[in-house]
């Protein structure tokens, strides 16, 4: 099978960027796959890039090689680093962009890696371009990197293990005193539909609930996009709420944007009770 190489980065779309990545890679290796991810990330949001790679990341083929360029610390002395976990190979800035993939592989807050899993620093420039720009280690470093290692190379042929990673804690939702649940807009899609850092099963606990945001209420869970189940009169721009694919609670605008409607942010906090207004003791949050 031809290897595959992703790529995530906030270059957006209007210039040459991601372009000459991949002319490096292809260059290095012309029967590479490549497969964007996204490239509209908002610019240096490290947080938004870890959880838009995180929700497409295991649906590759094993050994993947995921490139990650969103590095605010570019030219300083942040690490360039290769994390090699049991399934796929993540090349990018040691700077916290890979939080959401470490704590799903169960890496602790100290960046200390389980069994399986391994990283190095990015110490040899032979596998780099010759002439490597400050402002562009995408196309100079990890680029080139990417290339070599769909080749076969091992992470170590390109610098030193090291034992430590950079996380940055994910937000989760978190119980009240009166039992209701508070969560965090973590991501809003191209929709204006707003992801939120409660799952499916932190729902599951609660009974009737109400969701409340930006000053409105919303009553149940819908099932998708298009209806509202426990109100089935719904109409063009009224709020909703449902599971997305990622298996978290959105909420969205039929027929609309919901960052729009209610002028959200990505940080902002919504609350989540049960109809009835009964504690709950929501194990584990």
Known sequence: MRPVITLTTDFGLTDAYVAAMKGVILSINPEVVLVDVCHTIQPQDIMQAGFVLSTACS?????????VVVDPGVGSTRKAIILRTPSADFV???????????EAGGVSAEGILPPGWRAVELTKPGFWRTAVSDTFHGRDIFAPVAGWLSLGLTPEDFGEIISTVTVVPVTHPHRERDGSMVGHIIHIDSFGNLVVDIRSGDLSRLIGIVIEVGGR????????????EACPELTEGELLALVGSSDRLEISVKGGSAAAFLKAKIGDELR??????ANNELSGL
């Open 59 to 67: 649906f590759f083929p094993e050994r993947t090689i995921h490139v």
């Open 92 to 102: 990018a800035p040691d700077n916290g962009v890979l939080s959401y993939v470490l």
């Open 217 to 228: 209420a919303i009553s149940d869970v819908s099932r998708t996009y298009a209806e509202d």
């Open 272 to 277: 989540v009770r049960e109809s009835g207004g």
